[in-house]
């Protein structure tokens, strides 16, 4: 138990907090592996009324002025910074980061509450110019309606509020499906909605079985618009059900990020840059470097500074002042990372620090590096989401391009060069949803994240975000005289 009034066991619906009976779901401490808590099983019956509410909602809300939308943005932003440590602390017991990572992610998440507050008073139409005298065009943004929101483990208060920001700022109720191993994060937002006065059903929390309540969003016609981050198999399957009733989708999915380091690089900064975009999160993220590229002039010479950095993080539980290293989510992302580190090994990699359990058991891992990963590896291939980094030798640019673009993903892409030309060339080159140079780390609520190819559709986030949640209309107003 977290002693916490953020901390809610039932399901956030129609501005009330219900139970689901005797089907729960528990959940653990990833650090501790002791049970936390459950929330309820919902299946598509408790999902149709939690649509139900927020179509209610729908309303009401389409009609609010984009101030007082604006403001409730607002009012989340600050709930969740004046409760930023108490909500860091749920975050961190359920999934494992680091304290300070998930303060950050507090912080981050409400900066989009800020950014689409801000955004809902800038959603522009159009006046057209009219090829007819007596006739003028105009066009609007109006709210697609429900949202289904279904969101992943590992930022589980940010991954929801790319969603719910979004969606509240363009006028659209949501329906928010935490992934079921970190719920109490999601359920805090429904304290959040009923301190700062949301309307009821604006914004609702339902855990349960992913089947169930997935497929009601697709089949249900009251949600006009689908918003999934997650693997990419499941966002595939989601994004085929949700064709068949021809919903809106928004698709944040997998990645397989290079991070590469010409010979012309900064080399402290990429080192600091790689330690930032590898291990953060003990490695399970989505932009996360999973190969490291690294020209043979320099090759050597990066490897003696990376492996003497990794080498000195410290492991442990996350509540734990100086831990710059988490457990894993669950058994089978160590399952993961030692398959990883195997293949590796079979294909001539040789491991410089770490390669297996952490000495604290459960789900701790060494943070990992292997020397001469070759593009025939698996983890070459293969999002690995866990703290290990294959680092391969190239030796031109056109050569190391090639690879980097030889994967099915392209969400992000890092790399350090101090050469202008190199860096425009390498930027256009780079098959991506985001690319940053000379830097690791690169989300930010201001710019367009998300991801081209397997990685997915739709950009959450900047002025582009809230293009997903509104329906352009065209209106023709004839009859007006010459
Ligand atoms: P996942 O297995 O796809 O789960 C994500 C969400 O989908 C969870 O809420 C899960 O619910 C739900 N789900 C599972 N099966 C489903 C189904 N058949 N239909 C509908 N929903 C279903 O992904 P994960 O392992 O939690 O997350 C890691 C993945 O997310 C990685 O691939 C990572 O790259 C990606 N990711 C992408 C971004 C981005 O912005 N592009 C950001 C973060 C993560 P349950 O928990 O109840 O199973």
């Not at 749920?90 to 980061?97: A, N, R």
């Not at 249900?220 to 009733?245: D, M, Q, Y």
Request: hydrophobic share 40%; with cysteine; aromatic share 8%.
């Amino acid at each position: 138990m977290i002693d916490s009034r953020f901390f809610k066991q039932q399901c956030y619906v129609d501005g009330a907090w219900i139970d689901g009976g005797n089907d729960t779901i528990a959940v653990n401490n990833p650090a501790t592996g002791e049970i936390i808590g459950t929330v309820p099983k919902f299946g598509r019956e408790e999902t149709r009324k939690a649509i139900a509410a927020a179509e209610r909602a729908f309303r009401e809300w389409r009609h609010v002025s984009a101030e007082e939308r604006g403001n409730a943005c607002r009012r989340i932003h600050d709930a969740l910074m004046d409760n930023q440590t108490e909500l860091g602390r749920i975050l961190t017991t359920e999934m494992g980061k680091p304290l300070a990572e998930a303060n950050g992610e507090v912080a981050y998440a409400a900066r989009f509450f800020k950014w689409f507050g801000e955004e809902a008073r800038r959603l522009y139409g159009d006046v057209i110019p009219s090829p007819f005298g007596d006739k003028r065009i105009i066009v609007t943004k109006e709210p697609v309606g429900v949202v289904g929101s279904i969101t992943p483990w590992n930022f589980p208060t940010a991954m929801i509020a790319r969603k719910a920001a979004a969606a509240i700022a363009a006028g659209c109720p949501i329906v928010c499906k935490p992934a079921s191993q970190t719920p109490f994060s999601a359920l805090a937002y429904g304290v959040v909605a009923e301190e700062v006065g949301l309307p009821k059903g604006l914004l609702n929390v339902v855990t349960g079985s992913a089947s169930a309540i997935a497929d009601e969003f697709c089949e249900n016609p009251a949600v006009r618009k689908i918003t999934f981050t997650g693997s990419t198999p499941v966002g595939k399957g989601l994004a085929a059900k949700a064709s068949a009733h021809m919903k809106r989708i928004s698709m944040e999915l997998g990645g397989n990020a290079p991070f590469i380091v010409f010979d012309d690089a900064d080399l402290d900064r990429a080192v600091d840059g790689a330690i930032a975009c590898k291990y953060r999160n003990s490695g399970q993220t989505c932009v996360c470097a999973n190969r490291l590229y690294v020209q043979a002039g320099v090759y050597d010479a990066f490897m003696a500074k990376f492996a003497a950095k990794v080498s000195g993080m410290k492991v442990g539980d996350g509540l734990e002042e100086g831990v710059a290293q988490g457990p894993l989510i669950d058994e089978s992302a160590v399952e993961k990372s030692l398959e990883h580190i195997a293949d590796a090994r079979a294909h001539g990699g040789e491991i410089v620090v770490g390669g297996a359990r952490h000495e604290l058991g459960l789900t701790y891992f060494q943070p990992t590096v292997i020397r001469n990963a070759t593009q025939e590896m698996l983890i070459a291939r293969d999002e690995t989401f866990g703290p290990v980094a294959p680092v391969f030798r190239f030796d031109t640019e056109e050569e190391v391009v090639r690879m980097a673009n030889a994967t099915e993903y392209g969400l992000a892409s890092y790399f350090y060069t101090s050469d202008l030309g190199r860096a425009f060339r390498v930027c256009e080159a780079l098959e991506y949803g985001m690319v940053a140079v000379n830097e690791g780390v690169l989300s930010t609520e201001v710019a367009p994240f998300g991801g081209v190819k397997d990685s997915g559709m739709g950009r959450e986030g900047s002025k582009y975000g809230l293009d997903d949640y509104v329906n352009v209309k065209y209106a023709l107003i004839g009859g007006l005289g010459k």
